[in-house]
Antibody
Framework: EVQLVQSGAEVKKPGESLKISCKGS????????IGWVRQMPGKGLEWMGI????????RYSPSFQGQVTISADKSISTAYLQWSSLKASDTAMYYC????????????WGQGTLVTVSS | QSVLTQPPSVSGAPGQRVTISCTGS?????????VHWYQQLPGTAPKLLIY???NRPSGVPDRFSGSKSGTSASLAITGLQAEDEADYYC????????????FGGGTKLTVL
C-alpha cells in the first residue's frame, strides 16, 4: 500500500528555522517525484515545488524560489521542506504528494503538517 | 488571483447534477496541458478525483466525470450525494511561468 506519512504539527516563533518531512512507503521512492503544496488557513492549494529523489532534481514555483528548500534522502525514503527563517505568513498546512512524472498530478498525498508561526 | 478560474461555490440537491468549470488560457489549458481535479473533504488532504482531463483513478465512482475543451475544463457530478460536499480544485501546468504547476482557486460544493 502506497503511503506518505508526514511529520507532526509544529509551533515556531518568527525567525526560527524548521524542517518538516514526508516519508514514502509501499513503492519505489526513487522512481517518483514528490511535490509540496501549501494551504494557508481558509485558502486554496498552491504548488511550492517538486523533487525527484532518484537524482535530487528539484524545481521550485517562482513564488517559493528562495523562500524554502526542498530536499530528499533516498536512503530513508524521505523528502523534506525547510525554512531558514520563518515568518508569520508561513503559517499554513503543508502537504506532500507523489507524482508519477513532472507534469502528472499528485496521486497519493500525505496527511498534512500544520505549521504555526507566532510570537 | 489564481491562473485557473473556478466559481467560488456551487450547490445542488441530492440526486441532481452539478458542474464546476475551470477556465484557463493559451499558456495552460489551451496549450494542451492536461487538467486534473481534486476533492478535499473538510479537514482532510486533497484526493485525486480526475486525471488527464477525463480519467478516474481506481475507486472513484463513475458519478464523477471530467472534460476539456479549448481553454476550459469541467467537472461534472451526477446523482449528487451528501458525502460529495467538499472543496474541488482543478490543476494544470502553465508554460508562461517557469516550471509552474497551477491550481484553480477552488469551488465549495454544497449539497442542499
Amino acid at each position: 500500500e502506497v503511503q506518505l506519512v508526514q511529520s507532526g504539527a509544529e509551533v515556531k516563533k518568527p525567525g526560527e528555522s524548521l524542517k518538516i518531512s514526508c516519508k514514502g512507503s509501499g513503492y519505489s521512492f526513487t522512481s517518483y517525484w514528490i511535490g509540496w503544496v501549501r494551504q494557508m488557513p481558509g485558502k486554496g492549494l498552491e504548488w511550492m515545488g517538486i523533487i525527484y529523489p532518484g537524482d535530487s532534481d528539484t524545481r521550485y514555483s517562482p513564488s517559493f524560489q528562495g523562500q524554502v528548500t526542498i530536499s530528499a534522502d533516498k536512503s530513508i525514503s524521505t523528502a523534506y521542506l525547510q525554512w531558514s527563517s520563518l515568518k508569520a505568513s508561513d503559517t499554513a498546512m503543508y502537504y506532500c504528494a507523489r507524482l508519477i512524472a513532472e507534469l502528472e498530478p499528485g496521486d497519493y498525498w500525505g496527511q498534512g503538517t500544520l505549521v504555526t508561526v507566532s510570537s | 488571483q489564481s491562473v485557473l478560474t473556478q466559481p467560488p461555490s456551487v450547490s445542488g440537491a441530492p440526486g441532481q447534477r452539478v458542474t464546476i468549470s475551470c477556465t484557463g488560457s493559451s499558456s495552460n489549458i489551451g496549450a494542451g496541458y492536461d487538467v486534473h481535479w481534486y476533492q478535499q473533504l473538510p479537514g482532510t488532504a486533497p484526493k485525486l478525483l480526475i486525471y488527464g482531463n477525463s480519467n478516474r483513478p481506481s475507486g472513484v465512482p463513475d458519478r464523477f466525470s471530467g472534460s476539456k475543451s479549448g481553454t476550459s475544463a469541467s467537472l461534472a457530478i451526477t446523482g449528487l450525494q451528501a458525502e460529495d460536499e467538499a472543496d474541488y480544485y482543478c490543476q494544470s501546468y502553465d508554460s508562461s511561468l517557469s516550471d509552474n504547476w497551477v491550481f484553480g482557486g477552488g469551488t465549495k460544493l454544497t449539497v442542499l
